[in-house]
T-cell receptor
């Protein structure tokens, strides 16, 4: 699975959009981009995933560049409860291909 | 059930004792994964099940660790002769074939070896 690079930490003001970047320059054509987050003392929570097209759900939007070498997770109106570690993971999908490898992620601190 | 259930939620054991950690995946999720997370660290993959078989055991740290899954459902992670370095939160996740929609994680078992 391709490796990802994320900034170790970011701050965001409450009510503003949080834009979390992820670089995955070695991504393969069959690999998806997944985003998870982990709020303190809880198990990771799935947020969103995508292959080529931008995706949006009730939690967030995922913007993937045309060359697929980077992506951005957007939380449109961050709240204090969005303070968490956010993980960007690249892995092949479409079959039972096994584990997701979690890196160190980005610690997002939402401030009042 | 509605989510992935893990038990116990907390376990304190003496060094050298064996422990069993249980995971009940979401009904219909054929893939099941065990991870562990030491204090302040990232998630470390342990083992992956597809049905009752484990095609990837590459993350098990030693032969003191083993896991099984029966009936394509419940999984048990067993740690024999526990050591202090085994202290961590052990997380279980399950997913549909192809991981459509991603994994769903349980709340974990916090293991403390004293």
């Amino acid at each position: 699975d391709a490796k990802t690079t994320q900034p170790p930490s970011m701050d965001c003001a409450e009510g503003r959009a949080a834009n979390l970047p992820c670089n995955h320059s070695t991504i393969s054509g069959n690999e998806y981009v997944y985003w998870y987050r982990q709020i303190h003392s809880q198990g990771p929570q799935y947020i969103i995933h995508g292959l080529k097209n931008n995706e949006t759900n009730e939690m967030a939007s995922l913007i993937i560049t045309e060359d697929r070498k980077s992506s951005t997770l957007i939380l449109p109106h961050a709240t204090l409860r969005d303070t968490a570690v956010y993980y960007c993971i690249v892995s092949a999908g479409g079959g039972n291909t096994g584990k997701l490898i979690f890196g160190q992620g980005t610690t997002l601190q939402v401030k009042p | 059930g509605a989510g992935v259930s893990q038990s116990p939620s907390n376990k304190v054991t003496e060094k050298g004792k064996d422990v069993e950690l249980r995971c009940d995946p979401i009904s219909g999720h054929t893939a099941l994964y065990w991870y562990r997370q030491s204090l302040g660290q990232g998630l470390e993959f342990l083992i992956y099940f597809q049905g009752n078989s484990a095609p990837d055991k590459s993350g098990l740290p030693s032969d003191r660790f083993s896991a099984e899954r029966t009936g394509g459902s419940v999984s048990t992670l067993t740690i024999q002769r526990t050591q202090q370095e085994d202290s961590a939160v052990y997380l279980c996740a399950s997913s549909l074939p192809g991981r459509l929609g991603g994994y769903t994680f349980g709340s974990g078992t916090r293991l403390t070896v004293v």
